[in-house]
């Protein structure tokens, strides 16, 4: 796992461990303690001073001064703290005074000494027996107070222990981050300089080649890297998809996001060099040099071998296919050259030429009759449009042999047209259809197989992974999605792009097997209608029932029928159970100042040839005759086919309000 730590994270760590030590530092700091020390020979308190602000202790000075004896004084306290003590030999009692730089007056205080006699007056007492009361007093109270200080320092002193160790762990901690930092830093330098890739790669036009916008971002991304996806044995496979496709897609985003963005080490020196900087349509998807595709150098242009384009392995075929980006308008040569160099007989475009006003693909080769690509001539032979795709076949030459003696050769081209500019392919019956195209047409002597999209990862990886899954199931009765885009990675970097393509892989695999190949040809019809009319073993239904029973249990997305399903709308269907998707809907003109009136239940349905042939919509109702009428004028309906009689089981059809109408008018 590749961490990054940019510098916003370096940081915050500084300004954390900042932090942590000023709040050390300041803790270090506590308020003066108040001890009292109690005289066992006096009821009362004998003051003692504190710490302030964290200093030392200060040093206490008791002034005796009575007549007759020697004072007893402590050291002399520094210049900002003083504190004295000094009882008084006419009232008994003791002054004490603190001041700050220098010793101010104390009124006198109240009696602090008990009397000797107590049934007699203070002023009674012997002198003597004053004195001595005194300067016992006088020790005690210096004793207390050298103690009481003493005691104060030590409990600092502990109270300091406990923070300054914090604050070494903590500096410690921060250290031990710093260098932790540093080192994965510096271990994993050496992929981003080998040019390892994320797997969001961002094009140079902000956005990511054949991204669309996610029902969700494309996950908060967390994935777990190390869980393992094995091979599926075909008979659990609807139930695995159903399974992973719950909550969104949610554990097919997850098996999507582990997958590892580059399994090994790879560079991309050749794609890097300033001379090839232009011939990369982006600059993020770029070949490994391990595998990418050589061409012939011509003499005199430097670096004229690069191309962006990498062999990539099929299910057991070594190069099988040739993985490119869509060829610039700089490129369109390089690309006929490789084309010739490789021996390629076909060609996979899963690209338009444009999508979104945005070129995806120069047109590299002629409407019509010849023309010539750098050294090679491309002439069409043929043109076969079909609802899918289009097919063209192409005869191509090397020229410059005043002997003419090349031999030529037949490209075909199958372009994929039904590929949506946002997303994937609602279903992926066009895409089996129109790979079981290729297979067929591609000659076993020819090198290989071409297939481009724009970037030449995201659709291109899609369409070698199903090709790659089919030939699998058909060999082991399993599959191994994660295991081989896995493998082709390390061919090509970001080989199928998005999760939605990752999904559509799968859904291509379960519909190819629960309904199989159902196109046939047509000397072959009456023998599948005689076998499909026998009676299936083990059933007491024959094979023609099998067959739409199979087609009864496909599964209905209601989550894709939002319009149909709006409380303004649900008036408008006939059947409930019936409403049209999305993505083929029929929309008419909105009615000025009135929201939802650009819904009719009808939907495009696609011909063999041509795209949206056909509007299939249900029988009007009262209210919606004008929403029909209003949809053959703005999509020039020429042709109304009705399969129903105007009254049906007692029900008269709104047709005929219509025609009374007409009728009157």
Request: aromatic share 8%; glycine share 4%; with cysteine.
């Amino acid at each position: 796992m590749i961490i990054k730590v940019n510098m916003d994270l370096w940081l915050f760590l500084l300004l954390l461990g900042s932090g942590l030590i000023s709040v050390g530092a300041n803790n270090v700091t506590t308020e003066p303690p108040t001890t009292a020390s109690t005289s066992p020979r006096s009821p009362t308190k004998a003051p003692t001073a504190g710490p302030e602000d964290g200093t030392t202790p200060n040093t206490h000075r008791l002034n005796m001064s009575t007549p007759g004896t020697v004072p007893t004084t402590a050291p002399k306290p520094p210049p900002t703290t003083a504190a004295r003590i000094s009882p008084n030999a006419t009232t008994g009692s003791l002054n004490i005074s603190s001041t700050l730089g220098t010793t101010q007056p104390v009124p006198p205080a109240p009696s602090l000494l008990p009397s000797v006699t107590p049934s007699a007056p203070r002023a009674t007492v012997p002198s003597t027996e004053a004195e001595t009361t005194e300067r016992n007093f006088s020790m005690l109270v210096t004793t207390q107070e050298t103690s009481s200080a003493s005691h104060n320092g030590n409990s600092d002193r502990r109270d300091e222990t406990p923070i300054i160790a914090v604050m070494v762990a903590l500096s410690s901690l921060l250290v031990i981050v710093f260098i932790i930092i540093v080192l994965y830093m510096l271990r994993f330098k050496k992929y981003k300089q080998a040019g390892s890739h994320s797997n969001s790669f961002r094009l140079s036009n902000g956005r990511t080649d054949d991204t669309e916008p996610q029902s969700m971002p494309l996950l908060a991304r967390s994935p777990s890297t190390n869980r393992k996806y094995p091979p599926l044995p075909v008979d659990k496979l609807e139930e695995e998809i159903n399974r992973r496709m719950a909550d969104d897609n949610k554990l097919f985003r997850e098996e999507f996001n582990a997958l590892p963005a580059c399994p090994i080490q790879a560079t991309c020196e050749a794609a890097s060099k300033e001379e090839n900087k232009e011939k990369n349509r982006y600059v993020n998807i770029l070949p490994y040099d391990h595998s990418r595709v050589h061409l012939t150098p011509v003499e005199g242009v430097p670096d004229s071998d690069y191309i962006n384009a990498s062999f990539i392995n099929g299910y057991q075929e070594k190069n099988k296919f040739i993985a490119a980006q869509g060829p610039k308008e700089e490129t369109v040569n390089d690309f006929w050259r490789m084309i010739w160099e490789q021996n390629t007989a076909t060609i996979v475009m899963v690209t338009n030429l444009k999508e979104r006003k945005e070129c995806k693909c120069a047109q590299y080769w002629p409407d019509q009759g010849c023309w010539t690509y750098g050294n090679i001539r491309v002439s069409v032979e043929d043109v076969t449009v079909l609802v899918d795709y289009t097919v063209r076949k192409f005869c191509i030459q090397q020229v410059g042999d005043v002997t003419n003696k090349k031999p030529q050769r037949l490209v075909t081209q199958f372009h994929f047209t039904s590929w949506p500019d946002f997303g994937v392919p609602f279903t992926p019956i066009g895409m089996l259809k129109f790979l079981k195209k290729v297979k067929t047409c591609n000659p076993q002597y020819a090198g290989a197989i071409v297939v481009h999209c724009s970037a030449g990862v995201g659709r291109t990886g899609t369409f070698i992974v199903i090709d790659a899954m089919l030939d699998m199931m058909h060999t082991e009765r399993k599959v191994d999605v994660y295991g081989f885009v896995s493998r082709i990675r390390a061919q090509r970097c970001q080989m199928v792009q998005t999760d939605m393509q990752y999904v559509f892989i799968y859904q291509a695999l379960l519909e190819h097997y629960l309904y199989g190949d159902t196109e046939l040809e047509v000397t072959s019809l009456e023998i599948h209608l005689q076998k499909i009319y026998n009676k299936v073993p083990g059933t007491s239904s024959n094979g023609l029932e099998e067959e739409f029973k199979k087609l009864t249990s496909i599964k209905i997305q209601n989550d894709k029928m939002r319009t149909g399903n709006l409380p303004a709308n649900m008036k408008k269907n006939r059947v409930l159970q019936i409403i049209p998707y999305e993505f083929n809907r029929v929309i008419i003109p909105v009615k000025r100042g009135e929201e939802n009136t650009d819904y009719v239940n009808a939907s495009f349905i696609d011909g063999y040839r041509q795209k949206d042939s056909y509007i299939a919509s249900q029988g009007p109702l009262q209210h919606t005759i004008e929403d029909f009428w209003r949809m053959i004028w703005e999509w020039k309906s020429c042709s109304i086919v009705m399969l129903t009689e105007l009254e049906e089981r007692g029900q008269v059809s709104s047709w005929v309000i219509c025609t009374e109408q007409q009728g009157d008018k």
